[in-house]
């Protein structure tokens, strides 16, 4: 009715079955087909979708209650019920599934009352219990052991707006509108087609000429030509992920591998919390936000994300007076070359980020300036991003602890839950015992924050969760593992021609709204 | 009887060294593959990153998922053990599946197959309907301003760079120039116009800029390849005792220079034809052309070593091939070669 929408994707889906998805552009295109019981909308906010209500549990968070919207039909004219829902489940914890199956693998039991009414039973409360079910498969997707091999995973059926028509290898998938779609006359476009691109500069130039109406997966770096772009008709809009850019600290001595306890082997600079507090004083995230993001995104504050969990935390403070006297009064002197000396020792520290990535190249260099003008030396030492993000096996960096400062981007999406318990419990340090499982890099160690992230796994009330992250998030401010630079955005370009064009921050949920899209001709 | 006995003597006394030449070749070229293959899956698989990174912020992942996935993908495996099964496997004619798309490797190549083969097929043949002419023409007229001026354009096809070379062709025949309708004058992205039903036309348009970059480098080579040979060629005593004989210059040319200056160009076009599998990375990557060349790109970034090894090997037993057949060809095409 409303023609036809081209979206440039700078890479290629492998496949479009939530479960066997690992890049989020997969999960981003399956969000036009796929739709799940609860997404995620726009502001960051969970939204009851296949179902009548957002789902609820019992007070001790073990039963969880679903109704089904009736009269939900998927693309290949089935209804969606309670069966699918199982089989959903039943997917999602096959060997074969690489899906995460946190909380889905603590439910021991899926009823099916009657064919509109979910209760599943849980073996321990799952706090972030909203993100389940966040997709839902037919049971008529095929056999669970063949998973791999399903017709379904290059042409999903769901229930969502549009459903894969062609997909040529290496060129462009079609979507057309789902006629069974549940809202009667939407959605309003014919089709969506999905061009895969070689990269984001083609893109950026096919959406100039109009050869393609919108382009996902856009960074921060890309603000200057977006801006010069306005005049052709071009626009961008930009969710809040919830991550940051950030400098992840070191506490142990990088030169031993794999500290479970960086008390045995403290960083020699970093383990001093008075350095910390000056290296995080001496940043002014503010004049880094103007500088390389036209002002564009706001200063990193803290760990949790806007959204359900927002917990506001003080901006840090920029003072280089204030942390040249923190370094004095913790005994690092100006030496000969300005560079601060201990006992012999310079305060030099190598800082490491994906090599090829200009905007962090550029944050490298203003942060080398700022920290020269506190008297710390910053020695840039970039390695490619599958060095840096190497895992355990692979001798990665991060996982073994070889690094003074990282520079990367990170953080929870919506529910703090699972990222605060990775990247700050101190469960979570990557050891030769636990085989390098887990994210915390920091080997950052406090007890409170422990107990309070253990706490708030074990409850599903929200404002009780959110009290005791606020408290994680405060302490981790003070205690300085991380320093947060800016927020993350997720940037979609597009051309002003298409209407209501708004997408979520959640990979999976970038279609939200998607039934709403129309072309002004 | 002597004749008969000397004619079905020849063939015999040269079809003999042949298959023993071409069976000692190609028991080298299975050792070579062999040899490739084991460097390849070494490089590969011990290249840091891989399919496991993409979960490495992703905490929602417990433990068991990622053991899970390990098991799934064989990677608890030493390394020469994996390659011991893929190697099993292949020989069995089942090259595994991508772990990306979780097809087969050989379905995802096949879908690509075709796309290259159009572009690499017409961009070989203009490329020759270039190089050809314009390689004898600038030879017979040397030191004219003809030579000068297509010397000068061969050197500056060798030389330049061709991602700038086909950056620089979209700029002026994508966004500058426009076409009657405002509409860019050739398309600078794509095989065909999405959306829009089929049209011959169409598809040429799409072919234009990416053939237009490929041939004129890669005619660059064969032009400058075939004046040497030419010029090699003219002055030797056979052609001038052609033109003593009174023949025309037409068939002096063609007849008798031309045919043996031909015979290096053989080999050069014979080991450009795995090309036409291979493809070309950095054409499609700023055409947006869906070959395999970008396939292979990809799935080399995320180590999706099915992908990669197939692309690789099959690519490399073509050039193999290609190169046999050269020799021989060559051996067929000039008596004074021996294959031995």
């Keep these: ?521 | 009887m002597m004749d008969e006995n000397s004619s079905s003597c020849i063939p015999f006394l040269i079809i003999l060294p042949m298959a023993t030449y071409l069976l000692r070749r190609s028991l080298q070229a299975l050792l070579t593959l062999f040899a490739i293959s084991i460097i390849l899956f070494g490089l590969i698989s011990s290249a840091p990153g891989g399919i496991m990174s993409a979960y490495a912020e992703n905490t929602d992942m417990t433990p068991q998922d990622i053991a899970r996935l390990r098991a799934k993908y064989g990677l608890d495996d030493p390394i020469p053990l994996r390659y011991a099964k893929w190697l099993g496997n292949t020989l069995r004619g089942d090259w595994g599946n991508s772990f990306v798309s979780k097809r087969p490797a050989l379905d995802e190549i096949a879908d690509r197959l075709p796309n290259t083969m159009l572009l690499m097929g017409v961009m070989l043949v203009v490329t020759l309907l270039i190089a050809v002419p314009l390689g004898i023409l600038s030879a017979i007229k040397q030191y004219t301003w003809f030579d000068h001026v297509s010397t000068t354009l061969a050197f500056a096809g060798q030389s330049l760079p061709v991602f700038w070379f086909g950056l620089l062709l979209i700029i002026i025949f994508s966004v500058t120039l426009r076409g009657g309708d405002g509409k860019p004058l050739l398309p600078g992205s794509g095989m065909y116009t999405l959306g829009a039903p089929f049209s011959l036309l169409d598809r040429v348009k799409h072919l234009i800029l990416p053939v237009a970059m490929l041939a004129f480098v890669s005619a660059a080579g064969y032009m400058r390849y075939l004046r040497s040979a030419m010029l090699d060629v003219i002055h030797e005593d056979y052609v001038r005792t052609a033109r003593a004989k009174g023949l025309r210059e037409r068939a002096v040319i063609c007849k008798h220079a031309l045919r043996n200056a031909l015979i290096p160009l053989v080999t050069l076009v014979g080991l450009d034809l795995p090309s036409l599998f291979g493809g070309a990375l950095f054409t499609e990557t700023i055409f947006a052309w869906p070959g395999i060349g970008r396939l292979y790109f990809n799935a080399a970034l995320k180590t999706d070593y099915p992908v990669v090894m197939a692309v690789l090997v099959i690519y490399s037993g073509l050039i193999i091939l290609s190169s046999l057949l050269v020799d021989v060809l060559y051996a067929a095409l000039d008596p004074r070669i021996r294959l031995a």
């Excluded at chain 1, 063949?146 to 707006?161: F, K, V």
Aim: glycine content about 8%.
């Design chain 1, 1 to 521: 009715m409303c023609g036809t929408l081209i979206v440039g994707s700078p890479q290629e889906p492998g496949t479009l079955n939530p479960l066997l998805a690992s890049a989020s552009i997969e999960d981003a295109i399956s969000s036009l087909s796929i739709e799940g019981l609860v997404q995620v909308n726009e502001k960051g906010e969970y939204q009851a979708v296949l179902a009548e209500a957002l789902p609820t549990v019992s007070a001790d968070g073990l039963v969880g209650d679903v109704q089904i919207t009736p009269g939900v039909k998927f693309s290949d004219g089935s209804d969606f019920t309670c069966a699918d829902v199982k089989f959903t489940l039943d997917a999602t914890l096959s060997d074969l599934s690489q899906a995460s199956t946190s909380g889905y693998g603590d439910i021991d039991s899926l009823e099916c009352p009657d064919d509109l009414t979910v209760v599943a039973t849980f073996a321990q409360a799952y706090a972030p219990y909203l993100r389940l079910f966040s997709y839902i498969l037919p049971d008529t997707a095929g056999e669970i052991a063949a998973l791999d091999t399903w017709e379904y995973n290059r042409q999903p059926i769901g229930t969502g707006p549009f459903m894969v028509q062609e997909w040529a290898a290496g060129d462009a998938i079609t979507l057309v509108r789902n006629p069974n779609y549940r809202v009667a006359g939407q959605p309003y476009l014919d089709s969506v087609i999905i061009k895969i691109l070689p990269s984001r500069e083609v893109g950026m130039q096919l959406l100039g000429t109009g050869e393609i109406g919108a382009l996902w997966d856009l960074t921060e770096a890309d603000f200057g030509a977006l801006a010069q772009m306005k005049e052709q008709g071009v626009a961008y809009v930009a969710a809040v992920t919830g991550e940051n850019e950030l400098l992840v600290l070191n506490f142990a001595d990088p030169a031993v591998d794999a500290p479970a306890d960086p008390a045995s082997a403290p960083h020699p600079i970093l383990s001093d919390l008075a350095v910390r507090q000056a290296l995080q004083m001496g940043i002014d995230k503010q004049k880094i936000v103007d500088a390389l993001l036209s002002g564009n995104v706001r200063v990193g504050t803290t760990v949790l994300p806007t959204g359900e969990f927002a917990c506001q935390q003080p901006a840090s403070v920029f003072d280089a007076e204030q942390a040249k006297d923190l370094l004095e009064s913790a005994g690092w002197l100006p030496g000969a070359d300005g560079i601060r000396e201990k006992d012999g020792k310079r305060l030099s520290l190598k800082i490491a980020t994906t090599t090829g990535n200009q905007l962090r190249e550029q944050t490298e260099q203003v942060l080398v300036e700022m920290m020269r003008n506190i008297g710390v030396e910053f020695v840039i030492d970039n390695v490619p991003s599958d060095v840096l993000f190497a895992g355990w096996d692979s001798a990665g960096m991060r996982k073994h602890g070889a690094f003074d400062v990282l520079l990367y981007t990170t953080g929870p999406g919506i529910d703090p839950d699972s990222h605060l318990f990775g990247n700050y419990h101190s469960a979570r340090i990557p050891t030769a015992e636990n085989e390098g499982t887990g994210n915390n890099y920091s080997r950052y160690i406090n007890a409170e924050v422990d107990a309070a992230i253990d706490a708030a796994a074990g409850i599903t009330d929200v404002a009780q969760r959110k009290e005791l992250y606020c408290k994680v998030a405060a302490q981790i401010n003070s205690d300085i593992p991380r320093i947060y630079l800016y927020e993350r955005l997720l940037i979609t370009g597009y051309r002003t021609n298409i209407q209501n064009f708004v997408v979520s921050p959640g990979a999976s949920d970038f279609a939200w709204g998607a039934q709403n899209w129309w072309l002004k001709p």
